[in-house]
C-alpha cells in the first residue's frame, strides 16, 4: 500500500526554521492536491497549508506569512517552510496527498503521512 513518507521536525528553538518534506513511497496516480495538517493533543487535526495542481495555494489564516508551501509536480514531493517559529507551533504534521487512479478516474483517495513532530521549545 503506498505510503506518504515525511521527513524533517524535531526538535526546533523559538524563532528558528522549519522544513518538511513528503513523498509517496509509490505511485499514486494523478494528484489534485498535497498538503500539511497538524494536530495537538485533544485537538482536531488542522489545515497548515495545500497546494492544488496548477500552483494555487490555500493557507490558515492565522499562519499566512509564517509558513510556506511549495510543490514540485514532477517529483511529487511537497514542502513547507517556516522561519519564524513559536512555541504554540509545536504539534505532529502530518502530509496528506488527494489523488485519483487515472484520467478516466471520478473518485479521489486522500492519503496521509504517519505524521513527524514538530517541538518549538528552548
Known amino acids: 500500500q503506498v505510503q506518504l513518507v515525511e521527513s524533517g521536525g524535531g526538535l526546533v528553538q523559538p524563532g528558528g526554521s522549519l522544513r518538511l518534506s513528503c513523498v509517496p513511497s509509490?505511485?499514486?496516480?494523478?494528484?489534485?492536491?498535497m498538503g500539511w495538517y497538524r494536530q495537538t493533543p485533544g485537538n482536531e487535526r488542522e489545515l497548515v497549508a495545500v497546494?492544488?495542481?496548477?500552483?494555487?495555494?490555500v493557507y490558515q489564516d492565522s499562519l499566512k506569512g509564517r509558513f510556506t508551501i511549495s510543490r514540485d509536480d514532477m517529483k511529487n514531493t511537497v514542502e513547507l517552510r517556516s522561519n519564524n517559529l513559536i512555541p504554540e507551533d509545536t504539534a505532529v504534521y502530518y502530509c496528506k496527498a488527494r489523488a485519483r487512479e487515472n484520467a478516466r478516474s471520478t473518485s479521489y483517495i486522500d492519503y496521509w503521512g504517519q505524521g513527524t513532530q514538530v517541538t518549538v521549545s528552548s
Open positions: 497546494v492544488f495542481s496548477g500552483g494555487n495555494t
Open positions: 509509490g505511485s499514486i496516480g494523478i494528484i489534485w492536491e
